[in-house]
């Protein structure tokens, strides 16, 4: 069993930035595929970025330009950081641990951003 603890959600207006962070255990960390997604009100939880071991990155259409996400092994930590934000971020962003691409396998509870002014 892995476990996903994120943290650094919080208010922030538009415009503004945020950095999430992940905790992920096991000592695979390395070998993980870590994912961003996030979950609005009313929609489907979908993908924000996606880190494989290697380091390969994916981005939804709609975070790409504004979002970066990244990872460091020696810490178990992979992080998202989210600037140029906008009231469309607003959600409960989600980490995810899987073992290949777009198959997320763990969860992490979840941390709310919230973009308002």
């Known amino acids: 069993q892995v476990q996903v603890v994120e943290s650094g959600g919080g208010l922030v207006q538009p415009g503004g930035a945020l950095r999430l962070s992940c905790e992920a255990s096991?000592?695979?960390?390395?070998?993980?595929?870590m994912g961003w997604y996030r979950q609005a009100p009313g929609k489907q939880r979908e993908l924000v970025a996606e880190?494989?071991?290697?380091?390969?990155?994916s981005y939804g259409d709609s975070v790409k330009g504004r979002f970066t996400i990244t990872r460091d092994n020696a810490k178990k930590t992979v992080y998202l950081q989210m600037n140029s934000l906008k009231f469309d971020d607003t959600a409960i962003y989600y980490c995810?641990?899987?073992?290949?691409?777009?198959?997320?396998?763990?969860w992490g509870q979840g941390t709310q951003v919230t973009v308002s002014s």
């Open positions: 995810s641990v899987g073992w290949v691409t777009m198959d997320p396998r763990y």
């Open positions: 096991g000592r695979s960390f390395s070998l993980y595929v």
């Open positions: 880190i494989t071991s290697g380091s390969s990155i």
